[in-house]
C-alpha cells in the first residue's frame, strides 16, 4: 500500500519541517519506504509553502506526488491551489479557523480542526504544524504517533522538544476524538 | 540553467542535512527554483544515503534527477551506486580516502579531497558534509558561499554554528585550491 501526502500552507507555518519530520517517522523509525520532496521558489512563493511525503510499503517507482490521498491545508492560498487534485474519496485535514472549505466535492472526507487556535492555547502558535501531524496519524495509520513522538528530537531544537511533545499529543487527542464522533 | 545534484555517502554522513542546507541556501537565500528530494528505505539502506538537488533559473517541470550534472560521494558505496548515472562530462567530488575512483570514465572530472580528514582536524567527522557543500559551490557556482553560511543556521542546532562556518570556510578553500590548480 502506498499513500500519498502533501502538507500545505503559508510559509512560516513550517510544513517543511512537518514533512522531514513524517519521513523520518515512517522511514528510519518505521523502516517503511519514504520518498520526501520540498519546493523552494515559483512554487513556494506568494505565500503558499508545502512538502510532499510518500509512505509505501514496497518500493516506490514513481516518486511524483500527483494526485495526494492525504491532503493537509493551514491556509486558505494552499488550499484554493491544492485541493483540486485531491484523489477520489481522498482525506482532507485542515485548520477550521484558517481555511474556509465550503463546497468542497461530496466524496471527500474533511477533517476541520483548530490546530492554530490549540497550539496558541499552549503559547507556541508555530507548533500548528507538530499538532496536524499528530491529527494525521491517527487518523491515516500512516505512520504511528509513537514514531511521530521518536522522530522529533532529531528534528528540532532541544529547548522545543517538551512544546513539540504536547502539541503531538494535543493533535493526537482531536484525531482520537474524530474517530469516535 | 538547470543543475542536477546528488549528494551521496553513508548513513550518518549528512548528506540529507546537506541536500536540506543547500536547497535552503539556493532556494530561500538566493531565490531560485529549488527541488529537493531525499529517500528513506530500500534506496536508502545497506549504507547508502543519497539527497538530490535540482536548482534551476526556471520553472521545474521533471522534478526528477535521473542523470547527476555533479555528483558528490563520501563513501565507496555510495560512489559504486550513483557514478553509472554521472551525465557525460559530469564533475564528481569525492573524499579522497574513503572513495577509489579508478577507471572512472574519461569524460568525467574528477576533484578528490581529504574532506573528512579535514573535518577531523577541525575535530568534527560529522562536518565533512558542510565541508563538501563549500567545495561544490565553488567548482560549480550553483550556489554562493555566503548563501550557504545564511542557510546554516536554520539547519543547525545552535552550538554547531562555529564549527560548521568553519568546516564551511575550508570546503570553499579546498574549492579554490583546485580552481588555481
Do not use: H
Request: hydrophobic share 45%; aromatic share 4%.
Amino acid at each position: 500500500m502506498r499513500q500519498d501526502i502533501i502538507l500545505s500552507g503559508a510559509g512560516g507555518q513550517g510544513l517543511i519541517l512537518a514533512g522531514a519530520i513524517l519521513a523520518e517517522a515512517a522511514g528510519v523509525v518505521e523502516g517503511k519506504e519514504v520518498v520526501q520532496t520540498q519546493a523552494y521558489g515559483i512554487q513556494a512563493r506568494g505565500g503558499a509553502s508545502q512538502s510532499t511525503v510518500i509512505v509505501s510499503d514496497s518500493r516506490i517507482k514513481f516518486p511524483e506526488v500527483l494526485e495526494p490521498d492525504i491532503l493537509l491545508c493551514l491556509s486558505q492560498e494552499a488550499y484554493n491551489r491544492y485541493m483540486p487534485n485531491l484523489k477520489q474519496r481522498g482525506l482532507l485535514i485542515i485548520d477550521q479557523d484558517l481555511v474556509n472549505a465550503e463546497n468542497v466535492r461530496p466524496d471527500i472526507r474533511v477533517v476541520a480542526l483548530p490546530f492554530t487556535a490549540e497550539a496558541e492555547r499552549i503559547n507556541r502558535r508555530i507548533v500548528a504544524n507538530v499538532m496536524a501531524l499528530g491529527t494525521l496519524a491517527v487518523l491515516t495509520g500512516v505512520v504511528k504517533p509513537e514514531s511521530l513522538a521518536q522522530a522529533l528530537p532529531s528534528r528540532l531544537p532541544e529547548r522545543n522538544w517538551p512544546i513539540a511533545q504536547e502539541a503531538l499529543a494535543v493533535g493526537v487527542k482531536l484525531g482520537k476524538g474524530v474517530l469516535s464522533a
